[in-house]
């Protein structure tokens, strides 16, 4: 008894037929897009209880900003942020430093969505201006006695240009140095001093040497 030709191969096709079509619904699961954070600051230094605005710049690793929403959790290691998370609108979130009473320096970090931290922002928090006043004495044979006055900061280091070079002739911890110039004449003299936390400032004055 013979078959209809083309009926032996039709329950293959559909097996076919079916698996294509369930290929075509898979899908593979997408990764969480990796945002990069970058912090500024309104101001680098600031008074001991004040404040300053803090922003962060949020993008994927293209350069677009990140949605608006996205969720950024700052940190700090001396004073506070507030709020600590903030959301971003056009790609920046916004927070408040607050700095303590006390002089120091602080550290601040961002990250957003759960993504690596962003570089640190560092700011400073010190008191008003150091004022660093000169004086100098001609001991006699061209020696001079120098004395650098500082108020309003602890001073750590002395380096005083008493001939203007690249390099300080005198480097102490003392506020006093003793030079020996070659020529007599009205002589400049520079002192720069390094504070406690880590800033500098210089001062300058004059004496004539005979």
Known sequence: ???????????????????????????????????????????????????????????????????????????TNVGRVQPGDALTVRGVAVATFFANEAPGRAELRAVAAGGPSSPPLFLTVSGPPAIISVTAVDLGGHNVLATANVQGAAAVQFEWFFERRSAPEVVTTTNEARYVYALPGFKDLTVRVTFADGTQALGSGAVVVE
């Open 1 to 75: 008894m013979g078959q209809h030709p083309g009926r032996g191969w039709r329950p293959f096709v559909l097996a076919l037929l079916v698996t294509v079509a369930a290929g075509c619904g898979s899908s593979q699961p997408t990764a969480p897009t990796e945002f990069i954070v970058v912090l500024s600051a309104a101001t680098a230094a600031l008074p001991p209880g004040g404040n300053t605005q803090i922003s962060a710049t949020v993008a994927d690793r293209e350069g677009s900003p990140a949605p608006d929403g996205t969720m950024v959790r700052f940190s």
